[in-house]
């Protein structure tokens, strides 16, 4: 966020549910307001966000509380809703002490278009997972990687 808004035009709020994660986009200056919670039951009102980007989080979870996240983030969004997620397995267990990192689920391209949901597909096999060349590539870059993009206009 901090790169897509460099020139703040826009307000941005950053929602989580493992508050280091918060307390350091905090430090950062990553957005201008934070709310820590567990997205599939956001404590916001209907519509109240023009764009909501969901990036890496829905592998996150099992296929019914997926389902939630995507219910919730429809309800809450006005314009559009990006979604990135992995294309292909990616193993991930728990990561910076945060239980949430663990991957559950992999989500296909009749999934999400089932939901509605126009695919732009990103990147390519063999890029992420602990063998992939993301994996082998500095940090600072990797930030730039997606698998799918998942876009929803209302």
């Not at 919670?37 to 519509?47: F, G, L, Q, S, T």
């Not at 764009?51 to 592998?59: K, T």
């Amino acid at each position: 966020m901090k790169f897509l808004n460099r020139e703040h035009r826009f307000y941005t709020v950053g929602l989580d549910i493992y508050k280091p994660y918060l307390v350091k986009a905090k430090k950062d200056g990553t957005h201008d307001d934070y709310v820590l919670c567990d997205i599939r039951y956001a404590p916001v009102k209907e519509k109240s966000f023009d764009v909501i980007l969901d990036i890496e989080v829905i592998e996150h979870l099992d296929k019914t509380d997926g389902a939630k996240l995507l219910r919730n983030i429809e309800r809450l969004a006005r314009r559009q809703i990006i979604i990135s997620t992995h294309v292909h397995k990616c193993e991930q267990g728990v990561c910076d002490n945060n239980p949430y990192q663990k991957h559950k689920c992999l989500w296909g391209l009749g999934e999400l278009l089932s939901f509605g949901y126009t695919v732009k597909g990103v990147g390519f096999k063999g890029m992420f997972g602990k063998d992939g060349i993301a994996y082998r590539t500095p940090l600072i870059f990797r930030r730039y990687y997606m698998f799918y993009g998942f876009l929803r206009e209302y």
